[in-house]
């Protein structure tokens, strides 16, 4: 299900140079590491966020 995703990405990331995509994962992984500790302290600021989720 998720393979014609994958290649169209795998298409857009294979358009950069090696410096390029090199580049972009360090920003993607930097971004997700960044929005993963502010969803954390949201939830943490939020505890009843969680039971609304629930």
Do not use: W
Not at 15 to 28: K, M
């Amino acid at each position: 299900m998720l393979t014609p995703a994958r290649r169209k990405i795998g298409d857009i990331i294979g358009g950069y140079t090696p410096e390029q995509r090199e580049s972009l994962f360090d920003y993607f992984a930097r971004a997700a590491d960044a929005f993963q500790q502010a969803a954390t302290e949201i939830g943490a600021a939020d505890p009843a966020a969680d039971q609304r989720h629930a």
